[in-house]
């Protein structure tokens, strides 16, 4: 439950940012009507640095299955460049996302047995600290607020461009389709990261927290 907790909290935090940025004296302003043709050109680094986060979470994932990880297969910094979430992270977690790529790697591979304190491992798809901290959840809940949520907080601001509107929608896992995964029907482009826990947590009924952050951005008409 402290996971979902905490993208809960996280996509609140969305929310009281745009409530912020939109009252009386700092009025977010942005052209009448947002026009989202250029949605994909606009939020390409934040489609980059997902694609990034989706190598690495795909990586642990082998973890989750039993395989051995190794440092090679969850570097997080590639000699072109091409994977560069180093540079996006908020500094102050760099450390505990070493400490915890290090645990997937020095736990992988093995059995976890709840109560034996010798080490981690695999228990029904989940990849366990000794302690029985689930390490992909740990890192992927937490590089939500360290580079998707910190990226969206360095953006907001009044006066803010469409281009960098876009950007936070981005970041935040949705489009300006707002296709809420919840709806039961399939979409091309479903909701990820934030926005994906927080639709599959709403009911649908116009209450929930996922249509209160599509409500916040209603005022520029999302096309």
């Known amino acids: 439950m402290q996971f979902k907790t905490r993208v809960i909290l996280m996509a609140l935090a969305v929310v009281t940012l745009f409530s912020s940025c939109q009252d009386e004296n700092s009025p977010l302003i942005v052209e009448n009507i947002y026009d989202s043709t250029d949605f994909q050109k606009n939020s390409e680094p934040a489609h980059s640095a997902i694609s990034s986060y ?9 973890g989750r299955s039993g395989s051995v990880l190794t440092s090679q297969m969850l570097e997080l910094q590639k000699n072109d460049g091409s994977f560069y979430l180093p540079s996006r992270i908020i500094g102050g977690f760099q450390p505990v996302l070493n400490k915890y790529i290090q645990y997937a790697i020095d736990n992988s ?22 302690n029985g901290v689930e ?3 740990m890192i992927g809940k937490g590089l939500y607020g360290a580079i998707f949520y910190y990226q969206s907080a360095k953006i907001l601001r009044p006066g803010m461009t469409k281009a960098e509107l876009d950007m936070v929608l981005a970041y935040y896992g949705s489009s300006p389709a707002f296709p809420n995964c919840n709806t039961n029907i399939r979409v091309p482009n479903p909701d990820i990261l934030a926005a994906g826990n927080v639709c599959k947590r709403d009911k649908n009924d116009g209450n929930g927290l996922y249509t209160a952050i599509k409500m916040n951005f209603s005022p520029f008409k999302l096309l």
Request: charged content about 15%.
């Open 109 to 130: 591979g093995k059995t976890f047995i709840p109560g034996n304190l010798q080490n981690g491992g695999v228990l029904d798809g989940y990849l366990f600290t000794e």
């Open 54 to 62: 989706n190598t690495l979470m795909n990586a642990l994932e082998k």
């Open 135 to 137: 390490i992909s959840s």
